[in-house]
């Protein structure tokens, strides 16, 4: 769909360089406010676009921003008025000779009895397009409008009106061979309402938009007056009789091949049996209640139109020659189940399940039943399977709920945030045992167990123990055993006040006894339990247990429980949420229903946290709102941590139409048993070319998909172009599958394109989810998709995990055994074969192996071969990729790169064909390319907790911007088509983005997580790939890559590890470019370290690879190292030292100024030395390369050098007797002085030229001449000369370019400069040299870096404070820090508040409010409330709160050093702030609050109360401004103000400015 409105609607509306800026929802250096300038609604709807159309423009730039509230409701006012303004001057009519019929359109209309009039429609009457785009009429059925002739209205029609029902129309471009079509027209339903201004709505409307909203879009035509066909008699018996049967299995079958009628006959022919938009509403239909019979192959044949009123099961079902079989809509009856072995629809049949405008009310099942020894397989399709063949027309439309959405508050293990407790002891407890809970977060605060039975002493510890504690927490006790014999009486009484306990005066000899209550007494009375011990071994369980309420409102209930069972003693305590826990979601989820099944995707390392849950009641939910039962065992973030967003999907599975295979209980036969212990031949819909009609939403697949290649839950098999451009009208979609637990693969598009994917889920599947097959496969969309929980499957070695890989070499050559980490282990959610495909808003939420991965077929594969010439998939330039989520994926989340093998296995490559192989991605216009190149843009992706990597990108040009990278062991790695000589010119970048090293996301432990252990914090948490693991945000492979305007947060080295903000490749072979930009950086102050280098050890090996040796980078402006124009590469590279430099111990790194570039060093005749070379200045300190290339037929090195300096160059043997030196990177005029040792005896060839790379040509050749001197060779006098000293065995050449370079190019647009130098070496030469030949001088003195570091970057630094999967919504990021009474003796000064960097200080004991706009973050009031002093605090407060807090407010509360609040021992008031529970203040605790005061009761309000012996209270919380539900102000359409700072921190004592109201 946005696909279409960019292409035509928005370049018409908009003009085309606007239009395609929101299409590809370019950001520029702000959110896309420019379009708000010009866009003018009245003017559109007036001259530019259809009304159905203009109301998808309006919907789209509503929801990326671009329209305010006010701007959208006069929108859609100015809409509605254009669409029931009535025609001056309507079109006539045509009218039939015979005077009896008014003529139909010209597309296929010819006899049919109705006028279609170009009517405007009224709200809720939908309306099909018909004609040209450019067209803004609608087809109104004219036999429904008998007094509409020329826009004077007759006497109403009063006679029942025929409704038609069909699949929308092919084009005529593929008239005649893609089977029947349907002529398009007409207003559904009674028409006669049409007539007077009103269509009834369907019967269980689509979900989609605002109740009474008009729908617009056609999707089935209604047909001209039909004829009567003859179809079968209905049966009077239900069951259906014999004859009846045969009758159906008698439909005679045309001996020719079917062909498609021409269009008019086809469309009439289909038009005659269906009226209206619900399908199982059309009167010729004929009722089936076949009944079961599972030896019957059913046919519905030609001239059957049969609606299935009842279950069935048959061996086969095949739908064909025109039959149709409609399933019958009853919301009040039995569901319809229909059991097969496979159904087969082909050669004009049909098979319909609601429609789109009328979707399926009831329950329908299909189950696909039988085994896989079982029958034999249909050609072209297989066992257990739906199948459309060529004519085939599947249309299966259930209710559209809203398919995922996101977690909008934490869902924290058991419901709780501190997690659920449970506790049991048998022996070994004797005594009284106890539990202290904070009743405002169900936290177990404080345990103890006291031997009062056998210890007198123990009496006074436990007195002192219950001392300790503060009023009003949660007291839970239980004895063990027997607490009775050393209680005294005085303990007994203490307790019985304390504890408000009835029984424990008089608690004898092991006597079981329980109670729950609240420390101190309080308005409720304990819940208290004992039996009586008779010395028997058994008394039962005295249990106590009593329901609380926390301050985000969860009711959670504390259980005691004491008793003897067999002799044995027992007791223990739990704590869980009571009556369901609940689930706040982003979006509006009332489609969602009791009992219907969830999923909860992991928002940890592992994707084995995913949890299932089923719904419950919840008349108290609001519409976003869901009540799960059962307990999650996980922690789900429901919020933006630290500027990312890692809010959980919550995907629904269930769908009120369901497609199911049957299953066995175990794997068996030839099924993958040895991998799997479950049976995974399940069923699979296959969809061919030639198709007619093929729209499926609001589905359910379970149990579906085989461990068979092609057979696939949904496979569109070879099917071509599926869209407008094959000539589909309506072009084909999948919207709202719910694909679960199934065996291969969700939907596989195999060479098919233009097919739209929407809102569908793809949940515990085996092998490639969302799948495209052979490369060739292009113009596909996948829209706000979610896949989850993808496993290994054994189909293609990509699928294959590491077992797998080694147990499956059927198709290997030899005895090859395959390499598990880089032929196989490449499992994926979405693996896309093809760049031209787009991914829009997608979800992919944990993956064995790789979220997204782009991979490149060289030539196409399977079927498809010969299709596109080879190389093309690698230059096709990328689809749209916008706000895409990938996390807990183990590999990686986005993968750019790699290929499949594309040759069988032979002697000359063992390997499976299609294994993962090598390729690059680099795109250039038309995929050609020797046209510009056409960068590559992932916008909006958002990568976080992925073991490996969050991105992993190689190729040219790839730009990355507005994405964030959070917990990820590696958060983006940009690896270039491959330094000089792979590909010249290309780069790689990415800009406006957020890493993060450790969030506050701290995961939780299970679920497959392997490494638990201390963060850099100090508390513990998951980690990525092993403890030990150097935790980097922005990794260097090679380059050239530029990063800008990014930010970096919490990436703080610890004793277990190195975690840097940028760091290198780890055992690096390759080069590295001097020319890897960075600029415009903020490093936060949570990063603790910057750059680093590597050292020798765990991970970095020996750190000695030439990589490794040659790692830099280039500061532009200083805003990493703090001096602009700097270099910093490893301490002991002396290649880039000068007098100048300084160096940074902790970097293992040195900043130096001054020019660099490469030396690049082709060497033959031998290819297997190590190159050391030196600068002439620093020649005890030589650089030893052992090159990459080994057993290739050269070897290259690639230094990083200083320019125009002196270097010595010597192998460890004797010389090659061919080497070429380019010199890449230079501008023109910058030079090098080589000397390369060589044996004495040695003659020397030299030649200069330039070698084209790409055609492969060489010219602009010149020869050397021998010099008389080393200084004439070197005199930089344009002369090409060369001077060998035979005495030192040193030949001299001087190496300058002379040519001028362009961009990230390696060499000038002539082509690489070079020098080639060919010497004849004598046997037995000695090639020994001395160290330098040069003569001894200091090191030049280069520019030193500055002393004085640059000041603060006020450009530097993402500009978004957070990156999110709604970017519409602007955040304020808030943090508070209390102090208690404690903190303050320990000389912590200032309490203080943090709005984005702004910090606002309290040096005054009390507490602080500081009051904002929700509307716009501005600061509206400030306040401070003194603890210690005479005044009723208390009374204050509420009366600020109530009097001077306006409505839409986020209301910020610290404290410090709190004392006891005069005047109440409660504050209700702060229930008006979003508290579920009125506050109580502890003495010398700490408070915190984060409160909304409004209609609205937003999910981010947190409220921390501590005790003075607790740690001082502390919350951060991204909090989102002007959402919908404060209401703010429709007028105030401007963007958002902050009154704050995002990158420069600013403090602000609250005592210097005079408090305010």
């Given at each position: 769909m946005l696909l279409k409105l960019s292409r035509y609607i928005l370049m018409d509306t908009f003009g085309p360089s606007l239009a395609w800026n929101l299409f590809r929802f370019y950001n520029c250096d702000r959110e896309v406010n420019l379009p708000k300038i010009h866009v003018s609604p009245l003017k559109v709807a007036q001259l530019k676009v259809k009304p159905f159309l203009l109301r998808r423009v309006l919907q789209l730039l509503r929801n990326m921003g671009v329209l305010s509230e006010a701007q959208q409701s006069k929108a859609f006012s100015l809409l509605k008025k254009q669409i029931l303004k009535p025609r001056k001057t309507p079109l006539k009519p045509k009218v039939e000779q015979s005077g009896k019929r008014?003529?139909?359109?010209?597309?296929?209309?010819?006899?049919?009895?109705?006028?279609?009039?170009?009517?405007?429609?009224?709200?809720?009457?939908?309306?099909?397009?018909?004609?040209?785009?450019?067209?803004?009429?609608?087809?109104?059925?004219?036999?429904?409008?008998?007094?509409?002739?020329?826009?004077?209205?007759?006497?109403?029609?009063?006679?029942?009106?025929?409704?038609?029902?069909?699949?929308?129309?092919?084009?005529?471009?593929?008239?005649?061979?893609?089977?029947?079509?349907?002529?398009?027209?007409?207003?559904?339903?009674?028409?006669?309402?049409?007539?007077?201004?009103?269509?009834?709505?369907?019967?269980?409307?689509p979900t989609a938009g605002s109740p009474g909203e008009p729908r617009l879009l056609l999707p089935f035509a209604p047909d001209p007056d039909p004829e009567p066909v003859p179809v079968p008699a209905a049966p009077r018996d239900a069951s259906g009789s014999s004859e009846r049967r045969q009758r159906i299995r008698s439909v005679p079958r045309p001996t020719a091949p079917f062909r498609a009628p021409p269009r008019p006959a086809a469309a009439a022919a289909a038009a005659r049996l269906f009226a209206g938009p619900c399908p199982e509403a059309a009167p010729h239909l004929a009722p089936w209640r076949p009944g079961s019979d599972t030896r019957r192959a059913a046919v519905v044949g030609r001239g059957a139109a049969l609606r299935l009123e009842s279950s069935a099961a048959f061996h086969s079902l095949v739908i064909r020659d025109g039959g149709r079989l409609v399933f019958a809509d009853r919301p009040h009856g039995p569901p319809i189940t229909l059991r097969a072995r496979y159904i087969l629809i082909q050669d004009g049949g049909e098979l319909h399940i609601g429609s789109e405008r009328c979707p399926y009310g009831s329950r329908a099942t299909i189950s696909l039943y039988g085994r896989a020894t079982e029958g034999a397989a249909v050609e072209g399709f297989g066992q257990k399977f739906v199948g459309v063949g060529r004519g085939g027309v599947l249309e299966l439309h259930g209710r559209r709920p809203r398919s995922w959405s996101l977690l909008d508050k934490t869902l924290h293990p058991g419901g709780l945030r501190h997690g659920p407790y449970s506790s049991e002891k048998r022996w070994g407890s004797r005594g009284l045992n106890l539990r202290i809970l904070d009743a405002g977060t169900a936290r177990v605060l404080a345990a103890g167990r006291f031997d009062t039975h056998l210890r007198p002493g123990e009496c006074r510890r436990l007195l002192a123990f219950l001392a300790r504690q503060p009023p009003g927490g949660v007291v839970a006790a239980a004895v063990g055993d027997s607490a009775a014999r050393s209680l005294t009486l005085e303990t007994r009484l203490l307790l019985r006040d304390r504890l408000g306990s009835r029984y424990i005066a008089r608690l004898g000899y092991r006597q079981p006894w329980a109670l729950v209550g609240i420390l101190g007494g309080g308005q409720l009375s304990p819940a208290e339990d004992k039996r009586e011990y008779h010395g028997n071994g058994t008394t039962g369980l005295a249990v106590a247990q009593r329901d609380f309420l926390t301050y985000d409102g969860t009711r959670f209930t504390v259980t005691a429980f004491s008793g003897w069972i067999k002799g044995v003693p027992h007791n223990g305590f739990k704590v869980e949420v009571s009556k369901g826990i609940i689930l706040h979601l982003v979006d509006e989820v009332s489609s969602w229903l009791p009992g219907d099944r969830i999923v909860v995707a992991s928002t940890d390392y592992s994707m084995h946290q995913a949890e299932e849950f089923n719904l419950l009641p919840c008349p108290e939910c609001k519409s976003n709102q869901v009540k799960i039962d059962g307990s999650p065992l996980y922690l789900h973030i429901g919020e933006v941590i630290d500027g990312v967003d890692m809010r959980a999907e919550v995907g629904l599975l269930t769908r009120n139409i369901l497609i199911q295979g049957e299953m066995e209980d175990s794997c068996y036969g030839q099924n993958q048993c040895q991998f799997f212990s479950f049976d995974t031949f399940g069923?699979?819909?296959?969809?061919?070319?030639?198709?007619?009609?093929?729209?499926?939403?609001?589905?359910?697949?379970?149990?579906?998909?085989?461990?068979?290649?092609?057979?696939?839950?949904?496979?569109?098999?070879?099917?071509?172009?599926?869209?407008?451009?094959?000539?589909?009208?309506?072009?084909?979609?999948?919207?709202?599958?719910?694909?679960?637990?199934?065996?291969?693969?969700?939907v596989a598009i195999h060479g098919t394109h233009g097919l739209l994917v929407k809102d569908t889920i793809g949940y515990d599947t085996l092998g490639h989810c969302f799948f495209l097959e052979d490369g060739t496969e292009q113009r596909n969309t996948f829209y706000h998709n979610l896949g989850l929980l993808t496993r290994?499957?054994?189909?293609?070695?990509?699928?294959?995990?590491?077992?797998?890989?080694?147990?499956?070499?059927?198709?290997?050559?030899?005895?090859?055994?395959?390499?598990?980490?880089?032929?196989?282990?490449?499992?994926?959610?979405?693996?896309?074969?093809?760049?031209?495909?787009?991914?829009?808003?997608?979800?992919?939420?944990?993956?064995?192996?790789?979220?997204?991965?782009?991979?490149f077929h060289r030539v196409p594969t399977g079927q498809s071969e010969g299709q596109y010439p080879e190389g093309h998939a690698?230059?096709?330039?990328?689809?749209?990729?916008?706000?895409?989520?990938?996390?807990?994926?183990?590999?990686?989340?986005?993968?750019?790169?790699?290929?499949?093998?594309?040759?069988?296995?032979?002697?000359?490559?063992?390997?499976?064909?299609?294994?993962?192989?090598?390729?690059?991605?680099?795109?250039?216009?038309?995929?050609?390319?020797?046209?510009?190149?056409?960068?590559?843009?992932?916008?909006?992706?958002?990568?976080?907790?992925?073991?490996?990597?969050?991105?992993?990108?190689?190729?040219?040009?790839?730009?990355?911007?507005?994405?964030?990278?959070?917990?990820?062991?590696?958060?983006?790695?940009?690896?270039?088509?491959?330094?000089?000589?792979?590909?010249?010119?290309?780069?790689?970048?990415?800009?406006?983005?957020?890493?993060?090293?450790?969030?506050?996301?701290?995961?939780?432990?299970?679920?497959?997580?392997?490494?638990?252990?201390?963060?850099?914090?100090?508390?513990?948490?998951?980690?990525?790939?092993?403890k030990t693991f150097p935790i980097r945000g922005f990794q260097i492979y090679d380059g050239p890559v530029r990063?800008?305007?990014?930010?970096?947060?919490?990436?703080?080295?610890?004793?277990?590890?190195?975690?840097?903000?940028?760091?290198?490749?780890?055992?690096?072979?390759?080069?590295?470019?001097?020319?890897?930009?960075?600029?415009?950086?903020?490093?936060?102050?949570?990063?603790?370290?910057?750059?680093?280098?590597?050292?020798?050890?765990?991970?970095?090996?020996?750190?000695?690879?030439?990589?490794?040796?040659?790692?830099?980078?280039?500061?532009?402006?200083?805003?990493?190292?703090?001096?602009?124009?700097?270099?910093?590469?490893?301490?002991?590279?002396y290649l880039l030292r000068h007098p100048g430099c300084l160096t940074v111990p902790r970097w293992n790194g040195v900043m130096c100024t001054g020019k660099f570039a490469q030396l690049y060093i082709q060497a033959r005749r031998p290819e297997n030395l190590t190159l050391s070379i030196a600068r002439a200045a620093y020649h005890s300190h030589p650089l030893r390369l052992q090159g990459v290339n080994r057993g290739a037929p050269y070897q290259q090195y690639q230094p990083v050098v200083m320019l125009e300096q002196a270097y010595v160059i010597q192998w460890d043997g004797r010389a090659p007797e061919d080497i070429i030196l380019y010199p890449i990177n230079f501008n023109r005029g910058d030079w090098l002085r080589v000397a390369l040792c060589y044996p004495r005896e040695s003659v020397f060839q030299v030649v200069a030229d330039i070698y084209q790379r790409r055609t492969g040509t060489v010219h602009s050749v010149k020869h050397y001449l021998a010099a008389p001197s080393r200084a004439s060779a070197l005199s930089r006098t344009g002369e090409r000369l060369f001077y060998f000293d035979r005495a030192s065995g040193y030949l001299f050449v001087h190496l300058q370019a002379h040519e001028a370079r362009k961009g990230h190019s390696y060499c000038s647009q002539q082509g690489c400069e070079r020098i080639k130098i060919m010497a004849h070496m004598y046997p037995g030469d000695s090639w020994s040299c001395g160290p330098n030949p040069f003569p001894e001088r200091p090191a030049a003195a280069q520019r030193p870096v500055s002393?004085?570091?640059?000041?603060?970057?006020?450009?530097?630094?993402?500009?978004?404070?957070?990156?999110?999967?709604?970017?519409?919504?602007?955040?304020?990021?808030?943090?508070?820090?209390?102090?208690?009474?404690?903190?303050?003796?320990?000389?912590?000064?200032?309490?203080?508040?943090?709005?984005?960097?702004?910090?606002?200080?309290?040096?005054?004991?009390?507490?602080?409010?500081?009051?904002?706009?929700?509307?716009?973050?501005?600061?509206?009031?400030?306040?401070?409330?003194?603890?210690?002093?005479?005044?009723?605090?208390?009374?204050?407060?509420?009366?600020?709160?109530?009097?001077?807090?306006?409505?839409?407010?986020?209301?910020?509360?610290?404290?410090?050093?709190?004392?006891?609040?005069?005047?109440?021992?409660?504050?209700?008031?702060?229930?008006?702030?979003?508290?579920?529970?009125?506050?109580?203040?502890?003495?010398?605790?700490?408070?915190?609050?984060?409160?909304?005061?409004?209609?609205?009761?937003?999910?981010?309000?947190?409220?921390?109360?501590?005790a003075g012996y607790q740690k001082a209270a502390s919350l951060q919380h991204y909090v989102p401004l002007k959402l919908k539900e404060y209401q703010c102000p429709t007028n105030d359409d401007e963007s958002l103000k902050f009154a704050f700072s995002q990158n420069h921190s600013e403090h602000i004592s609250v005592e210097a400015v005079a408090p305010r109201d």
């Open positions: 008014r003529g139909g359109s010209r597309s296929g209309g010819a006899g049919a009895a109705c006028a279609c009039l170009p009517l405007p429609l009224p709200p809720g009457c939908p309306a099909a397009r018909v004609g040209s785009s450019r067209e803004a009429t609608y087809k109104v059925c004219g036999s429904a409008l008998p007094g509409i002739v020329q826009g004077k209205k007759k006497k109403r029609n009063t006679s029942k009106a025929k409704r038609a029902f069909a699949p929308a129309p092919r084009t005529a471009a593929v008239k005649g061979r893609r089977g029947a079509r349907v002529a398009g027209g007409g207003c559904p339903g009674p028409a006669v309402r049409a007539a007077v201004g009103g269509c009834g709505r369907a019967r269980d409307a069923g699979h819909i296959k969809i061919l070319r030639n198709f007619s009609s093929v729209h499926m939403s609001g589905v359910e697949l379970k149990n579906m998909g085989q461990q068979i290649l092609g057979s696939y839950p949904v496979h569109f098999h070879l099917a071509e172009d599926v869209d407008e451009r094959g000539g589909y009208e309506r072009p084909t979609y999948l919207d709202n599958l719910a694909i679960h637990h199934c065996f291969s693969r969700c290994s499957g054994t189909i293609l070695p990509s699928d294959r995990s590491e077992a797998m890989c080694l147990a499956i070499r059927s198709h290997v050559y030899g005895n090859y055994v395959p390499v598990p980490s880089t032929d196989c282990m490449a499992v994926s959610t979405f693996w896309i074969a093809n760049p031209n495909n787009n991914l829009i808003e997608n979800a992919a939420a944990g993956a064995q192996d790789v979220g997204i991965w782009y991979i690698e230059h096709t330039p990328l689809g749209v990729f916008y706000n895409n989520r990938v996390h807990s994926n183990f590999k990686a989340g986005l993968f750019i790169g790699k290929g499949v093998k594309t040759t069988r296995a032979s002697a000359e490559d063992p390997r499976e064909y299609l294994t993962v192989d090598n390729a690059r991605f680099h795109p250039h216009q038309d995929a050609d390319p020797e046209k510009p190149r056409v960068p590559a843009v992932i916008d909006g992706l958002i990568a976080f907790k992925n073991n490996d990597h969050g991105a992993w990108a190689r190729g040219g040009d790839i730009i990355f911007r507005n994405s964030g990278f959070s917990d990820n062991g590696i958060g983006l790695t940009l690896a270039s088509d491959g330094t000089f000589p792979t590909d010249e010119g290309s780069s790689l970048e990415v800009t406006r983005s957020i890493f993060v090293g450790e969030s506050s996301n701290f995961g939780s432990q299970g679920g497959q997580n392997s490494y638990w252990g201390k963060g850099a914090n100090g508390e513990y948490r998951t980690l990525p790939r092993n990063m800008a305007k990014c930010t970096f947060k919490k990436f703080i080295p610890t004793v277990d590890r190195y975690s840097s903000a940028i760091g290198f490749f780890m055992k690096n072979s390759w080069q590295i470019s001097p020319q890897n930009n960075v600029s415009q950086i903020l490093m936060e102050k949570s990063v603790g370290l910057k750059v680093f280098f590597g050292r020798s050890g765990q991970w970095f090996g020996s750190n000695d690879n030439d990589g490794d040796k040659m790692s830099v980078f280039h500061d532009l402006d200083g805003s990493v190292t703090g001096y602009p124009d700097t270099f910093i590469g490893r301490a002991d590279n002393r004085h570091p640059a000041g603060p970057c006020r450009a530097c630094g993402a500009p978004q404070l957070a990156i999110t999967s709604t970017p519409s919504v602007k955040y304020i990021r808030i943090q508070i820090q209390s102090l208690s009474r404690a903190d303050v003796q320990n000389h912590l000064t200032s309490a203080f508040i943090k709005i984005n960097d702004t910090v606002f200080l309290f040096n005054r004991r009390g507490i602080f409010f500081m009051v904002l706009d929700a509307c716009s973050g501005a600061v509206v009031s400030r306040r401070h409330f003194g603890t210690v002093t005479g005044e009723n605090a208390a009374s204050a407060i509420t009366d600020y709160v109530q009097t001077f807090i306006k409505e839409r407010s986020l209301v910020l509360v610290c404290s410090r050093g709190i004392a006891d609040m005069v005047g109440s021992s409660e504050m209700p008031v702060f229930t008006t702030l979003g508290s579920a529970k009125p506050i109580v203040f502890h003495k010398e605790g700490s408070f915190a609050m984060l409160g909304y005061k409004g209609q609205a009761n937003p999910p981010w309000i947190k409220v921390l109360n501590h």
